[in-house]
């Protein structure tokens, strides 16, 4: 698989609360960086290295290389980042409940289908990203079009599930199907002081697997 898949903050920091709210804050910024600027390779070593914690031969191991090669990809990862000016991005977010409130108001705006709602939540430069495919949608004008197209393809009665990975917070949306809802997407949020600057939708089987979802919530 070429993407990178959202690791579920339950599994950061081995249950310290502590560990994992710096965990959460490095592998928030490793995630959005890995997405957009690194290679496979060095976004493998910025994650194992710099959030997960592993020595440089635990990540040569698990990536099948040498140890050597780990450090180079490492390095070039960090100063691939520091180029590109996302450590600065990330240096100014706001605190954890800040970010919660803001998705929350947005799972608000969703459950009730409210699209011009939920654009005003959004940043200017925000984007709609769908790994792997590889269509974003940039702007709160085409967020928003691409917002009414999903309600009235999958429809306006929804169940929401909170979750949090890739230090993120975000859900599980599940649509109406029948006596039930049936999982639809994981959907995770990038949050600035101004607002949502990034939305990165998830829907994947292997995904949906790694966080325990269960494909059906009764009515």
């Given at each position: 698989m070429?993407?990178?898949q959202?690791l579920p903050d339950a599994?950061?920091?081995?249950?310290d609360?502590?560990?994992?709210v710096i965990?959460?804050s490095?592998?928030?910024l490793?995630?959005?960086?890995?997405?957009?600027?690194?290679s496979?390779?060095e976004?493998?070593?910025?994650?194992?290295r710099?959030v997960?914690s592993?020595?440089?031969a635990?990540?040569?191991?698990i990536?099948?290389?040498t140890?050597?090669?780990?450090?180079?990809?490492?390095?070039?990862?960090?100063a691939?980042?520091?180029?590109?000016?996302i450590?600065?991005?990330?240096a100014?977010?706001?605190?954890?409940a800040?970010?919660?409130?803001w998705?929350e108001?947005?799972?608000k705006?969703?459950l009730n289908?409210?699209?011009?709602?939920l654009?005003h939540?959004?940043t200017?430069?925000v984007?709609?990203?769908?790994p792997p495919?590889?269509n974003?949608?940039t702007?709160?004008?085409n967020?928003?079009v691409f917002?009414?197209?999903?309600?009235?393809k999958?429809?306006t009665d929804?169940?929401?599930?909170?979750v949090m990975a890739?230090?993120?917070?975000?859900?599980?949306?599940?649509?109406?199907?029948?006596d039930?809802?049936?999982?639809?997407?994981?959907q995770?949020?990038?949050v600035t002081a101004g607002?949502?600057?990034?939305?990165?939708v998830?829907?994947d089987?292997?995904?949906?697997?790694?966080f325990?979802?269960?494909a059906?919530?009764?009515?």
């Amino acid at each position: 698989m070429s993407w990178l898949q959202p690791l579920p903050d339950a599994m950061l920091a081995g249950g310290d609360p502590a560990g994992a709210v710096i965990d959460r804050s490095t592998l928030r910024l490793a995630f959005a960086g890995a997405l957009q600027h690194l290679s496979a390779r060095e976004r493998g070593a910025l994650i194992l290295r710099d959030v997960l914690s592993f020595s440089a031969a635990e990540t040569a191991e698990i990536l099948g290389t040498t140890t050597a090669s780990v450090n180079s990809s490492l390095q070039r990862a960090r100063a691939r980042l520091k180029e590109t000016g996302i450590e600065r991005e990330g240096a100014g977010e706001p605190l954890d409940a800040e970010q919660r409130a803001w998705v929350e108001r947005y799972m608000k705006a969703f459950l009730n289908a409210d699209v011009e709602g939920l654009k005003h939540l959004l940043t200017e430069d925000v984007i709609m990203e769908m790994p792997p495919m590889t269509n974003w949608f940039t702007g709160p004008g085409n967020y928003g079009v691409f917002m009414e197209w999903v309600f009235a393809k999958a429809g306006t009665d929804w169940q929401l599930k909170p979750v949090m990975a890739n230090g993120q917070h975000g859900f599980a949306a599940y649509r109406r199907a029948g006596d039930g809802y049936e999982l639809h997407t994981l959907q995770l949020f990038t949050v600035t002081a101004g607002g949502i600057c990034r939305t990165s939708v998830f829907q994947d089987a292997g995904v949906f697997a790694a966080f325990g979802l269960p494909a059906r919530l009764d009515a």
